[in-house]
């Protein structure tokens, strides 16, 4: 992939610098610079990346066995001439779907470019199961005392070539293992193979894979294993509903049996008697009303009619046509003046920074979507909040927007003109807030369905007339670690 220029801000939010990461990539500055001219020969990336045959087999066992025990009970053991050890070990997921249905492509690059065991694809091996069996692999073989197998798993980076809501999909599982205290956890690379890839901008890997992708693909796992590592925030999202479930929900968003419904908070709809819970963790931003509608409407007609979707551009196109037929751009054109804006249903509590206080923030009347938002990168690359003057952040209280200042930017779009206006940067979206935690209180009505996004993935959340639907999102208290492209 080309190395996007050091003038390029791509309106994405800069990642601050910490003091234990700073002079590691102020070291590297020049060298990232000049990657994409950089020629890696195929032996020399195999010499740097490739795992030794009898772990890539032990880890492929282990996942195929589903049992991460059985590399240690086995007679598994490194020959004594070919126990070296990568210098960066490299292991890739691969989403088929995106990428304009080019993901199969691809996988058969990167497979052939460094192994077929060290490349997953995702519709075959989840990342949940690559984490608990093959890095269970990996660690079982270090308790026996295999040194190789112990490196490798300390050194180990991850490289998704997908969308959004692959890189947050597997961000996600990868953050269970600082819960099962399986330090360290692997940093992620991005090969951007959706429509918006936001996440991919944000950290210097560009908005869309080059057409000149076999080449590409070289020069991005050389960038993968010398990068310097950042650190961005994630946020738990807990939806509460009542008594039903979500049809095809996003692999990000999980049935669980927590459901919290604070008590201290006034509930202006009706506590249903019985609920179901649903639990996810996005990185960029979460969305509710007309954007994610039009999302949901493109994805499904994507999975209907993929010969349609056939690349990033003719993916735009379909997506921008989709908003139009879906009343995007005619609101006053819709009968019933309740079903226009998410006053009508919505009730939005906050808490700011170093407060436990809960704080009721009225939703503008006119607003039709409300996004919550951690990076400067939304709808391919678009900074809606704005790069905001001191004095207007202090009038509104508002601190400069960070990737990792423990806060969501909540703004709110009108209808499709004044998002249009927005996502081409001459005015700014409708700002809300800036909160720490977040609360959102979902009344029926009318309204049989709400429509949601979390990076990229959307769903429809059913409602009802007579009981609430409650959406709590708070910080996750480990911080993702992500590779800079750029």
């Known amino acids: 992939m080309e190395s996007p220029s050091i003038g390029d801000s791509v309106t994405a939010r800069m990642i601050p610098r910490h003091s234990s990461l700073d002079s590691f990539g102020a070291m590297k500055v020049s060298l990232l610079v000049n ?24 880890i492929r066992d282990c996942i ?9 009970s086995s007679s598994v053991a490194p020959p004594l001439d070919n126990a070296f050890t990568p210098e960066v070990p490299l292991m890739v997921f691969v989403n088929p779907k995106s990428g304009g ?22 519709t075959e091996v989840k990342p949940n199961e690559f984490i608990r069996y093959g890095l269970g692999c990996l660690e079982a073989l270090a308790s026996r005392g295999d040194e190789c197998a112990k490196e490798i798993r300390e050194k180990m980076r991850i490289v998704v070539a997908g969308g959004d809501g692959t890189v947050g999909w597997v961000l996600g599982c990868l953050g269970e293992l600082n819960l099962q205290n399986r330090l360290p956890v692997p940093p992620v690379s991005i090969m951007p193979l959706g429509t918006g890839n936001d996440l991919s901008r944000s950290f210097g890997w560009g908005g869309s894979f080059p057409f000149a992708w076999k080449s590409a693909i070289k020069r991005t796992l050389h960038r993968a294993s010398v990068a310097p590592i950042s650190r961005l925030d994630s946020w738990n999202i807990l939806i509460t509903m009542p008594s039903g479930e979500i049809v095809d929900p996003p692999y990000s968003l999980k049935a669980t049996q927590e459901c919290y419904i604070d008590q201290g908070l006034e509930i202006e709809g009706e506590m249903p008697p019985s609920t179901n819970g649903y639990e996810g963790v996005f990185y960029n931003y979460f969305s509710i009303g007309m954007d994610a509608q039009v999302a ?15 690349g990033p551009i003719a ?24 079903l226009r804006g998410l006053k009508n249903i919505m009730t939005l509590h906050i808490k700011k920074l ?15 979507a409300v996004v919550a938002l951690n990076l400067h990168s939304y709808g391919s690359g678009r900074n809606p909040w704005g790069n905001l003057k001191q004095d207007y952040l202090e009038k509104r209280g508002f601190v400069e927007a960070q990737a990792d200042d423990g806060l969501l930017e909540i703004f ?10 927005v996502m081409v940067e001459l005015i700014s979206a409708k700002h809300i807030a800036q909160a720490a935690a977040i609360r959102l209180e979902i009344r029926g009505g009318d309204w049989k369905d709400a429509f949601m996004q979390m990076d990229g993935e959307p769903w429809k959340q059913p409602m009802t007339r007579d009981y609430s639907t409650f959406v709590d999102i708070k910080r996750v208290p480990h911080q993702s670690l992500v590779v800079k492209g750029d």
């Open 101 to 122: 249905r080019q993901g199969p492509l691809i996988k058969e690059r990167l497979q052939n470019l460094i192994s077929e065991e060290q490349v997953f694809d995702l």
């Open 64 to 72: 195929l066995r589903k049992d991460d025990s059985f590399a240690a």
């Open 354 to 368: 170093d407060s436990s206080e809960w704080e009721k923030v009225p939703v503008p009347k006119s607003v039709r």
């Open 315 to 338: 993916n735009k196109i379909i997506y921008s046509g989709y908003g139009c037929s879906q009343g995007w751009f005619l609101t006053h054109c819709i009968n019933d003046p309740g």
């Open 35 to 58: 990657l994409a001219s950089i020629r890696v020969s195929k032996a020399e990336l195999r010499q740097r990346v490739m795992l030794p045959k009898y772990l890539r087999i032990a």
């Open 412 to 421: 709110g779009l009108k209808q499709g003109w004044h998002a249009s206006f």
């Open 296 to 310: 949901y409407g493109f994805h499904h007609l994507r999975n209907e009619k993929p010969y349609l979707a056939n």
